[in-house]
């Protein structure tokens, strides 16, 4: 892999987790409870990304397909003034996409490479460096319900990160997905702090980390099976300004 850049989280101990912050060419997986600030660590790279090199950014715009209809462009001003980029010129360089359904989200993540490539040829535009999927995972498990579901369920996440990795590595781009844990104990996996999606997943997400919540705004990452990073934990801050130590 060349040229790999990496997108800095805003938190100095959860980029240090890291080395640096996410990878280019690479899916990372955020996965956590309700509340463990996935959205949050996905609306502060939508800025970061934008940031200029200097500043240890790529100058570049993002793609975000919102399937929970949770993405907030009052938080996306509030980060930019907390990084001290233009609010209006941030919201412009992310691109939202709401997605309705599994088939939709999966259209979504094609038409991604296609903007993509439009934003390559024209002068003006900057470049798309992050692809986020928030949330990856929920409505899959809102339509294939119960065992007899979750073999094609499986297949279209496998096909999904497989169209997710392949804009990665035409874009020289990062893609962040997140997914909630298994809230119900007797699920099919029978561990509650275990993401959705079983192994499937675990194979193709490059980076995996765990969230949960700590004492008051704090929150812990845990850097999970990653193939070149000792695993650790980081704690991060969750602010006005976005993510913090
Ligand atoms: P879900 O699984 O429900 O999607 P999530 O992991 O995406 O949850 P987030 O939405 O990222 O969770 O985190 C929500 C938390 O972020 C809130 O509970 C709050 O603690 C914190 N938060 C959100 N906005 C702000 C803000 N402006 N200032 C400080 N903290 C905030
Ligand atoms: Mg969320």
């Given at each position: 892999?060349?040229?790999?850049?990496?997108?800095?989280?805003?938190?100095?101990?959860?980029?240090?987790?890291?080395?640096?912050?996410?990878?280019?060419?690479?899916?990372?997986?955020?996965?956590?409870?309700?509340?463990?600030?996935?959205?949050?660590?996905?609306?502060?790279?939508?800025?970061?990304?934008?940031?200029?090199?200097?500043?240890?950014?790529?100058?570049?715009?993002?793609?975000?397909?919102?399937?929970?209809?949770?993405?907030?462009?009052?938080?996306?001003?509030?980060?930019?003034?907390?990084?001290?980029?233009?609010?209006?010129?941030?919201?412009?360089?992310?691109?939202?996409?709401?997605?309705?359904?599994?088939?939709?989200?999966?259209?979504?993540v094609e038409?991604?490479q296609?903007?993509?490539?439009?934003?390559?040829?024209?002068?003006?535009?900057?470049?798309?460096?992050?692809?986020?999927?928030?949330?990856?995972?929920?409505?899959?498990?809102?339509?294939?319900?119960?065992?007899?579901?979750?073999?094609?369920?499986?297949?279209?996440?496998?096909?999904?990160l497989h169209e997710a990795i392949k804009f990665t590595n035409l874009f020289?781009?990062?893609?962040?997905?997140?997914?909630?844990?298994?809230?119900?104990?007797?699920?099919?996996?029978?561990?509650?702090?275990?993401?959705?999606?079983?192994?499937?997943?675990?194979?193709?997400?490059?980076?995996?980390?765990?969230?949960?919540?700590?004492?008051?705004?704090?929150?812990?990452?845990?850097?999970?099976?990653?193939?070149?990073?000792?695993?650790?934990?980081?704690?991060?801050?969750?602010?006005?300004?976005?993510?913090?130590?």
């Amino acid at each position: 892999r060349k040229n790999v850049s990496k997108i800095p989280t805003g938190g100095e101990e959860f980029d240090e987790l890291l080395d640096g912050g996410i990878e280019t060419q690479t899916i990372t997986e955020l996965y956590g409870e309700y509340g463990s600030g996935k959205t949050q660590i996905a609306h502060q790279l939508a800025v970061n990304v934008q940031l200029p090199e200097e500043e240890g950014g790529l100058d570049s715009s993002a793609i975000y397909i919102d399937t929970e209809n949770s993405f907030r462009p009052e938080r996306i001003k509030q980060m930019a003034e907390g990084v001290g980029i233009d609010e209006e010129e941030a919201l412009d360089n992310i691109f939202v996409a709401r997605a309705y359904n599994s088939n939709h989200q999966m259209l979504l993540v094609e038409k991604a490479q296609e903007l993509a490539k439009e934003q390559e040829e024209e002068e003006e535009g900057k470049q798309v460096k992050l692809l986020v999927i928030d949330s990856l995972t929920s409505h899959f498990r809102a339509e294939y319900v119960g065992r007899g579901a979750l073999a094609e369920r499986q297949q279209k996440l496998n096909k999904h990160l497989h169209e997710a990795i392949k804009f990665t590595n035409l874009f020289n781009a990062a893609a962040l997905v997140t997914n909630q844990v298994q809230s119900n104990p007797d699920a099919f996996f029978g561990d509650p702090t275990r993401p959705i999606g079983g192994n499937i997943l675990g194979h193709m997400a490059t980076f995996r980390l765990y969230l949960r919540k700590s004492k008051g705004e704090k929150r812990i990452a845990r850097l999970v099976d990653s193939p070149c990073l000792p695993e650790g934990e980081g704690v991060f801050t969750i602010n006005k300004e976005g993510i913090r130590d």
